[in-house]
């Protein structure tokens, strides 16, 4: 028995003749936080969908906690948290309603909904209805309400697109305070810096396939290029920019160079975003 | 069965049930609504067969009529008459000629006029002119040598005929429970609509939980209503638990129907749609409480027949469990059969 919080083997789905999601295979380990990478329409939100119960894989496996998906949903779902995509939450009912109704579902005892809500920053409006909550408010409530089993694993499907500054990073922090407490996350975005910034490691999924798997450190080293940029003076008193390349052997020498027979303006390191890796590995973009 | 979990359900459903404004207000108003209506119905049935006649005098042996039930009142113009019949002052009329008698014991023919309503049904027309036609063999002693005797089956019901507003019950805890299913629908249909079935099955809550839980709920709210009605215009007076247990049967049945509704139903436009269809329908046997003999056999194919005819044999007859023991076996196996097929629907479309 494997001690992976993940484990998926060729999970495939298909709508119709789509294959949305073609055989893949990865694992997460415990308290790891894996972000999974792509466009809209790589199959990212119908992994999720596999991994949480709400579809039924039409070829592969998933194995969460040790648990098979197929054989026992309910005591998998009982200790996993699922921040979906589209926001789904009882509008006609307070945010404090909406939490205390999933923790009696869950049955978690004793429930304390306004320390919760006042862990994602909504102390003061427990008692409103959702349908008053503006767009970052109703994502809080959708994180806290992700978080009422304690859960051993998080999915977290784009839980900052479209949210403004604030809200964003108040879910940030909440993301790795749960990895501090031990717990597993998947996170799905599209955000390659919100990715890097987070992730241990990242899967890269494009047309249904993943397409790479690794640190955002181990990627940017195999796939990116480290680069020195510079502006200097030039002969004709304008800026002029250059760029050395780095990680070569004749780098010492060109930096040398550099700082001794040109006039320096400004100088700073510039490495491979993930972005760049990924449409220098699928040859297309993000969006 | 997590029973923690079915509760926790059908008290969220409560809740969502009563924040739906249209709903709860429909539902407030219509209770009210109803139970007015029967009381402003009249709560007696007036007998009498009221017959204008435009003569001198009344004639011999239309006087005994009096004591069988008719009232005669003397008109004397055809323009009074046709004015009270148009008013429903009286049933029907006759224009008599002044020396009627004396012109049927000389042997020549009688012209008379017998007055009807626009309105007035066509079978039984004939009936009032055989009626005049008896009445002078008699009068002219030439009465047929016939002797009928009145065989009545079941209960003689004279004098004590079931008023409009009892006939009005069985259609009204149709309608309630219809309505009541109606926001059932619209409950499940507004959950996938904003996808909160979606979180819901993510919970340790299983599917059959949340049917149950929603059937409780539906059920629970429509029982409830058409008690509160039924109880508030004293239809609980005569076996009261066989009421309920008809009520409940019925409440049983529309959220079955609820649930199908459900699963054809993608908004609340499309829940009306399908919730007026179902109410013309359910609502057909009640009719014929109304209007006896308004259909034939046929009504017993809709399912609401076996709870209409339970609550209208039991209000107004006070049937017993023996003689509606057939009727509630029927409505029990419809309302099993209708919550199965609404719950694999509901399960097939939405899982």
Redesign the interface.
């Known amino acids: 028995m494997n001690t992976f919080a993940i484990n998926a083997e060729e999970l495939t789905y298909r709508y119709g003749d789509l294959t949305a999601v073609d055989h893949i295979s990865f694992h997460v380990a415990q308290g790891e936080i894996l972000g999974f990478l792509g466009p809209n329409g790589a199959g990212k939100t119908t992994t999720v969908k596999m991994l ?3 579809l039924r894989p039409k070829e592969g496996k998933a194995t969460l906690l040790g648990l098979d998906f197929a054989r026992q949903p ?1 005591k998998i ?2 200790q ?1 948290g ?1 921040c ?1 995509e ?8 307070s945010a404090k ?1 909406n939490l205390e ?2 923790a ?4 978690v005892k004793p429930f304390d909904a306004d320390a919760l809500l006042g862990r994602v920053g909504l102390t003061g409006r427990e008692r409103d209805r959702v349908a008053t909550y503006s767009k970052g408010m109703r994502q809080r409530l959708m994180v806290a ?1 992700a978080l009422i089993n304690q859960p051993s694993i998080l999915f977290l499907d784009e839980p900052t697109e479209g949210l403004d500054p604030v809200s964003a990073e108040a879910i940030r922090n909440i993301i790795l305070e749960e990895r501090q407490r031990g717990a597993t996350v998947f996170l799905t975005t599209h955000d390659m810096l919100e990715a890097d910034r987070l992730s241990d490691r990242v899967a890269f999924i494009d047309q249904g396939k993943i397409v790479a798997l690794d640190t955002p450190h181990a990627l940017k080293q195999a796939y990116g290029k480290r680069r020195l940029l510079a502006q200097v003076i030039g002969s004709d008193g304008k800026l002029v920019g250059r760029e050395i390349v780095l990680d070569v052997p004749e780098t010492p020498d060109t930096v040398h160079q550099l700082f001794s027979q040109e006039q320096v303006v400004t100088v700073h390191s510039e490495e491979a975003s993930l972005e760049d890796i990924f449409i220098q590995i699928t040859g297309r973009g993000l969006v | 069965m997590n029973w923690r979990i079915v509760w926790t359900l059908v008290r969220k459903d409560t809740k969502l049930f009563f924040r739906n404004r249209f709903f709860a207000f429909v539902s407030v108003l219509g209770l009210f609504a109803y139970i007015g209506i029967y009381y402003l119905l009249p709560g007696s049935v007036d007998e009498t067969i009221k017959i204008g006649l435009i003569a001198d005098q009344i004639p011999p042996l239309f006087e005994d009529l009096q004591e069988e039930g008719l009232e005669l009142m003397l008109l004397d113009s055809e323009a009074e008459l046709e004015q009270r019949l148009l008013n429903g002052d009286i049933t029907v009329g006759y224009g008599l000629p002044d020396d009627l008698m004396a012109g049927l014991l000389s042997g020549s023919k009688q012209q008379i006029k017998v007055y009807f309503s626009y309105d007035f049904p066509e079978e039984l027309k004939d009936a009032y002119i055989i009626l005049f036609r008896e009445l002078v063999f008699m009068m002219t002693g030439q009465e047929l040598n016939v002797q009928a005797d009145e065989v009545l089956l079941g209960q003689d019901m004279a004098g004590l005929q079931i008023p409009p507003r009892k006939r009005m019950l069985p259609l009204m805890a149709v309608f309630i429970l219809m309505i009541e299913t109606m926001g059932l629908s619209s409950l499940i249909s507004a959950e996938v609509e904003e996808g909160t079935l979606t979180a819901l099955f993510t919970t340790p809550m299983r599917a059959r939980e949340l049917f149950v839980g929603k059937g409780a709920a539906g059920a629970g709210m429509a029982f409830f209503q058409a008690v509160v009605m039924i109880a508030a215009t004293g239809g609980l007076r005569r076996e009261p638990v066989l009421i309920l247990t008809a009520l409940l049967l019925g409440s049983l049945l529309v959220t079955g129907m609820g649930f199908l509704m459900a699963s054809g139903s993608r908004d609340l436009m499309s829940v009306m749609g399908w919730g007026i269809l179902a109410i013309v329908v359910l609502a057909l046997p009640s009719f014929s409480v109304l209007f006896p003999g308004l259909f034939t056999g046929w009504i017993k194919a809709i399912p609401s027949y076996y709870l209409v005819d339970t609550v209208h044999k039991v209000i107004n007859f006070g049937a017993s469990w023996g003689e509606v023991g057939i009727n509630l076996l029927a409505l029990l196996g419809l309302s099993l059969a209708f919550l199965l097929l609404g719950i694999v629907t509901l399960q097939r479309r939405y899982r």
Do not use: C, S, V
């Open positions: 949480t119960g709400q309910k779902q009982a996993i699922i979906f589209r926001t789904n939450l009882y509008e006609q009912m309603e109704l999933f009696q579902l869950f049955g309400r």
